[in-house]
């Protein structure tokens, strides 16, 4: 799949991952709707890892480009 068909489905709360990439990675996902210190958090994605947990996630534009994007179920 594309970005911009991947893109529906993390906002649908779906986990994603690119299959070109080497395995390391687990799957991204969206954060929406939190709150810190009383204020609304600007949606932003996570990276799970195998071994080192949860990371801020930018797609790069080699990202946005690709079509080896898929769901995990």
């Known amino acids: 799949m594309t970005f911009e068909k991947i893109l529906p489905e993390l906002k649908a709360g779906k986990k994603v991952i690119r299959t070109g990439w080497g395995g390391f990675e687990l799957y991204v996902t969206l954060v929406s709707g939190e709150n810190y210190d ?6 932003y994605f996570l990276i799970k ?17 690709a079509d080896d994007w898929e769901i995990v179920e």
């Not at 009383?38 to 949606?43: F, Q």
């Not at 890892?49 to 480009?65: H, K, N, Q, R």
């Open 38 to 43: 009383n204020c609304p958090v600007t949606d």
């Open 49 to 65: 890892t195998s071994d080192e947990g949860f990371s801020s996630f930018a797609p790069t534009v080699c990202d946005i480009l």
